[in-house]
Nanobody, 124 residues
Framework: QVQLIESGGGLVQAGGSLRLSCAAS????????MGWFRQAPGKEREFVAL????????YYDDSVKGRFTISRGNAKRTVALQMNSLKPEDTAVYYC?????????????????WGQGTQVTVAA
Protein backbone atom coordinates (compact mmCIF):
# COMPACT_ATOMS: atom_id res chain seq x y z
CA GLN A 1 0.00 0.00 0.00
CA VAL A 2 1.25 3.46 -0.93
CA GLN A 3 -0.17 6.74 0.27
CA LEU A 4 0.61 9.94 -1.62
CA ILE A 5 0.26 13.50 -0.37
CA GLU A 6 0.80 16.47 -2.68
CA SER A 7 1.71 19.99 -1.65
CA GLY A 8 2.96 23.21 -3.19
CA GLY A 9 0.02 24.34 -5.28
CA GLY A 10 -1.20 27.91 -5.31
CA LEU A 11 -1.88 31.03 -7.32
CA VAL A 12 0.84 32.44 -9.57
CA GLN A 13 1.05 35.00 -12.36
CA ALA A 14 1.69 33.86 -15.92
CA GLY A 15 5.41 33.42 -16.47
CA GLY A 16 5.98 32.51 -12.85
CA SER A 17 7.08 29.26 -11.22
CA LEU A 18 5.78 26.74 -8.72
CA ARG A 19 7.24 23.58 -7.27
CA LEU A 20 4.92 20.71 -6.42
CA SER A 21 5.96 17.98 -4.03
CA CYS A 22 4.57 14.52 -3.41
CA ALA A 23 5.41 12.59 -0.26
CA ALA A 24 4.94 8.83 -0.36
CA SER A 25 4.62 6.20 2.32
CA UNK A 26 5.59 2.57 1.89
CA UNK A 27 8.84 0.66 1.84
CA UNK A 28 8.87 -0.17 -1.89
CA UNK A 29 8.82 3.39 -3.21
CA UNK A 30 11.71 2.86 -5.61
CA UNK A 31 9.83 0.08 -7.38
CA UNK A 32 7.16 2.51 -8.59
CA UNK A 33 7.21 4.78 -11.55
CA MET A 34 5.90 8.14 -10.35
CA GLY A 35 3.76 10.37 -12.49
CA TRP A 36 2.05 13.73 -12.41
CA PHE A 37 -1.34 14.25 -13.99
CA ARG A 38 -3.61 17.26 -14.09
CA GLN A 39 -7.31 17.84 -14.52
CA ALA A 40 -8.94 21.12 -15.46
CA PRO A 41 -12.67 21.74 -14.89
CA GLY A 42 -14.77 19.90 -17.46
CA LYS A 43 -11.78 18.07 -18.90
CA GLU A 44 -10.34 14.60 -18.56
CA ARG A 45 -7.33 13.90 -16.42
CA GLU A 46 -4.22 14.24 -18.57
CA PHE A 47 -0.65 13.04 -18.32
CA VAL A 48 2.01 15.61 -17.46
CA ALA A 49 5.22 13.78 -16.58
CA LEU A 50 6.64 10.46 -15.42
CA UNK A 51 9.90 9.43 -13.78
CA UNK A 52 11.12 5.84 -13.56
CA UNK A 53 11.74 4.04 -10.29
CA UNK A 54 15.47 4.67 -10.38
CA UNK A 55 15.04 8.22 -11.61
CA UNK A 56 17.10 7.42 -14.69
CA UNK A 57 14.33 8.07 -17.20
CA UNK A 58 11.71 10.79 -17.44
CA TYR A 59 8.96 11.59 -19.91
CA TYR A 60 6.87 14.68 -20.52
CA ASP A 61 3.78 15.68 -22.38
CA ASP A 62 4.64 17.96 -25.28
CA SER A 63 2.65 20.79 -23.69
CA VAL A 64 5.07 21.03 -20.75
CA LYS A 65 8.34 19.86 -22.29
CA GLY A 66 11.09 22.38 -21.65
CA ARG A 67 9.11 24.14 -18.90
CA PHE A 68 8.49 21.39 -16.31
CA THR A 69 11.01 19.10 -14.67
CA ILE A 70 10.20 15.97 -12.69
CA SER A 71 12.60 14.60 -10.08
CA ARG A 72 12.58 12.12 -7.23
CA GLY A 73 14.45 11.33 -4.06
CA ASN A 74 14.07 7.68 -3.17
CA ALA A 75 15.75 8.03 0.21
CA LYS A 76 13.12 10.57 1.29
CA ARG A 77 10.32 9.01 -0.81
CA THR A 78 9.50 12.24 -2.56
CA VAL A 79 8.70 13.32 -6.09
CA ALA A 80 8.79 16.91 -7.25
CA LEU A 81 7.50 18.78 -10.26
CA GLN A 82 9.26 22.07 -10.95
CA MET A 83 7.03 24.21 -13.14
CA ASN A 84 8.50 27.25 -14.86
CA SER A 85 7.12 29.70 -17.41
CA LEU A 86 3.61 28.88 -16.30
CA LYS A 87 0.69 29.66 -18.58
CA PRO A 88 -3.00 30.16 -17.80
CA GLU A 89 -3.70 26.89 -19.60
CA ASP A 90 -1.64 25.09 -16.94
CA THR A 91 -4.41 25.84 -14.44
CA ALA A 92 -5.71 22.55 -13.04
CA VAL A 93 -5.71 20.23 -10.08
CA TYR A 94 -2.41 18.35 -10.15
CA TYR A 95 -2.23 14.75 -8.99
CA CYS A 96 0.69 12.58 -8.03
CA UNK A 97 0.38 8.89 -9.01
CA UNK A 98 2.36 5.69 -8.51
CA UNK A 99 2.39 2.72 -10.83
CA UNK A 100 4.27 -0.58 -10.68
CA UNK A 101 3.41 -1.84 -14.17
CA UNK A 102 2.98 1.10 -16.51
CA UNK A 103 1.66 -0.46 -19.69
CA UNK A 104 0.71 3.02 -20.90
CA UNK A 105 2.23 5.93 -19.01
CA UNK A 106 -0.33 8.36 -20.47
CA UNK A 107 -3.31 6.34 -19.24
CA UNK A 108 -4.46 7.04 -15.66
CA UNK A 109 -5.68 3.44 -15.45
CA UNK A 110 -2.05 2.28 -15.52
CA UNK A 111 -1.43 3.78 -12.10
CA UNK A 112 -2.17 2.02 -8.84
CA UNK A 113 -2.20 4.85 -6.29
CA TRP A 114 -3.21 8.50 -6.34
CA GLY A 115 -2.88 11.53 -4.14
CA GLN A 116 -5.72 13.88 -3.32
CA GLY A 117 -4.53 16.61 -5.67
CA THR A 118 -3.33 20.18 -5.29
CA GLN A 119 -4.75 23.21 -7.08
CA VAL A 120 -2.56 25.25 -9.40
CA THR A 121 -4.01 28.49 -10.72
CA VAL A 122 -2.13 30.64 -13.22
CA ALA A 123 -3.48 34.15 -13.65
CA ALA A 124 -3.10 35.92 -16.99
Amino acid sequence: QVQLIESGGGLVQAGGSLRLSCAASGRTFSSYGMGWFRQAPGKEREFVALISGTGGSSYYDDSVKGRFTISRGNAKRTVALQMNSLKPEDTAVYYCAAGSTLYNRNDPRSYDYWGQGTQVTVAA
